[in-house]
Structures are given as C-alpha cells and as structure tokens.
C-alpha cells in the first residue's frame, strides 16, 4: 500500500468577474512509504491547493486522495489521523502559549494518550534545539523558533506521514541544518514518509529520494532524484584562462565570457571531446596560460529550469 495515492486530482477555482482557474489538472502520483518526496513547482502551480486537498481542507472537483488506503473525503477521520503537517506562512501554533503548552495542546487535540505526552514532547524539543526554551511564550521567540515549534507540534501524535510546506524557511543555516537533518531521520530511521514543499531545490536534491514538478496545475515530471541527474547530465564546462580574452567571435556558439581582474572564465555546453579540444586551442593560440577546466555536474535547480522552459515553450 502507498503511503500517498493522488488519482486525477482536479480543482478549478471560479471567481466572480473572472474567468476560471484551473490550479490543479487531472494530477496523479503514488508515494511509497519511507521515503523523502519534493513537491516541486513555481509559485501559483498547485502545490499548496494539492497539499490543502490531501488535507481535506479543499474539496477537489475531481479525483481521490487515499493516506495509507483511507480516502480523504470517504473516511475523513481516519484519513485525518495518519499525517500532521505545517504549512508555510500559516500560524500553526499558539504564540500566548509556551512551546511546551502547544505541544501538550496539540498532542491532546490529537489524541495522544497522558503517558505519551510529556515523554514525546520532550524528546521533540530536545531534537529541535527548543529545550532550553520550552517554558517561554511563541511570540517570544524569532521566526525560524515559531516555526520549528510548529513542526514538533505537527508530530506529537507520531503521524505516519508527514507533509512540510517550506520547512527552514526563516530558520539560520545552523537550524536549518538541524532541520534537514532531522527531516532525513524521519524517513530512513523513523519509516515516515515525508512529502516536503520548498524553493530550496539544494536542499530537496539533498535530502529527497524523488520528486514530482508541477506547472500550471499540470505534472511535467515524477521521477527519481538519480533518474533525473542522470538523464540531463550534459558536457557543461566551465573554464577559467589568465588575462583577458576578448575573441568570443571564435569560440562555438553558447559559451559565455565573464572577464574578470586578471582572469576570464568561459562556460557553457561543449557536446564532445573534439569541441572541447578546439576551444582550448583557440585559447592557446590567443597566448592565454589555462588555470582550470571543469566540468560541471547537473544540479535540480539547472534541471527544474529546463523542464519549466521547455514546457512553457
């Protein structure tokens, strides 16, 4: 059984003097259980209204969403039961209350049984570098602190599944670590499948087995983290020459100059051994000395790019 089954997702939103907005089209994925899924797209491609349909928040037009086999809409309680999330931007946690007080509110709300509780809440805080804090009110505490707050509170009742709408947004580059380290200890220790919204598409190459693209409501891809690395892996080289070089004119079509102090730096797709072996001639023959030649591997950020332009054409 998946642990996130989406069939034919469809929602269309109609507003008065408007025409139509199709958010969401005809959207199908299957999320096995343990693993890190990227949910990726540009702002205003239907990440967040999938995300708000998977929670039963936003009745789609069309379609089902099954977690772990219950249907959102057919046997919402169950459903309900088998995931916790955070949304971004959302005020999630309760600022009056301390991070304890939510995490014992929210557990409660949840169900978690009176001898879980405090165990689990102060393992949690101890995770998210929250425990020294425990006892101050939320509004208290900085942006990237209310947020990690707000992913402890979303896993008091210990959910299966877990769904992270940009999850170091706000946090400092050491909490933020902290946070995609524990993001991966979810999965591979824990068995929780976690799908995880973000713009940081380093960071979801980091940390995610596979991950799907969206555009315009429409899936353009859906496929494994190596898969894609692997089928838009490409001769990209980036070359760095002493002195300035001005002869752009005889270099292949699509290399990019950038001059520097006492350097120039020349990039851009080579397609074979013998293009690559005539720039450097080129170079030579300017009296140029060549410091580096290296070649680029494929990053998600190049790829997401590409797929984005391509379906937009």
């Not at 929602?11 to 199709?22: D, E, L, M, Y």
């Not at 208290?140 to 210990?158: C, N, T």
């Not at 190459?205 to 353009?220: F, M, P, S």
């Not at 990019?256 to 001639?281: K, M, N, W, Y």
Request: proline share 4%.
């Amino acid at each position: 059984m998946n642990a996130i089954e989406l069939v034919s997702l469809t929602k269309t939103f109609h507003r008065r003097g408007s025409a139509p907005v199709r958010a969401v089209v005809d959207l199908s994925l299957s999320i096995p259980r343990g693993q890190i899924f990227g949910f990726l797209g540009p702002n205003g491609a239907g990440k967040t209204t999938t995300i708000k349909m998977m929670c039963g928040v936003v009745i789609p037009d069309a379609g089902s969403v099954k977690l772990l086999g219950h249907d959102v809409q057919r046997d919402r309680s169950a459903a309900m039961r088998q995931f916790g999330t955070v949304l971004e931007g959302a005020r999630t946690v309760y600022w009056r209350l301390s991070a304890m007080e939510n995490l014992m509110y929210f557990g409660r709300l949840k169900g978690v049984r009176d001898r879980y509780l405090k165990p689990r809440a102060d393992r949690l805080l101890k995770e998210l570098d929250l425990w020294e804090r425990r006892n101050d009110d939320v509004r208290e505490f900085s942006r990237g602190m209310q947020q990690k707050v707000a992913i402890s509170a979303a896993l008091m009742s210990d959910p299966p599944i877990v769904l992270l709408d940009e999850p170091t947004l706000g946090l400092d580059v050491e909490s933020a670590q902290t946070v995609r380290e524990w993001v991966s200890r979810l999965a591979k220790e824990e068995n929780k499948t976690v799908l995880l919204t973000t713009h940081q598409l380093a960071m979801a190459q980091e940390l995610c087995d596979r991950v799907a693209i969206i555009n315009e409501g429409r899936l353009i891809a859906d496929r494994s983290v190596d898969e894609l690395l692997s089928l838009f892996r490409r001769d990209y080289y980036t070359i760095r020459v002493g002195g300035l070089f001005n002869g752009q004119g005889s270099l292949p079509e699509g290399l990019t100059l950038e001059p520097g102090d006492s350097e120039t730096t020349i990039s851009g797709d080579i397609a074979d051994q013998d293009s690559l072996h005539q720039v450097l001639r080129c170079l030579r023959e300017e009296g140029l000395p060549i410091l580096s030649v290296q070649r680029a591997a494929p990053s998600l950020e190049h790829i997401f790019m590409d797929l984005l332009n391509e379906d937009r054409k």
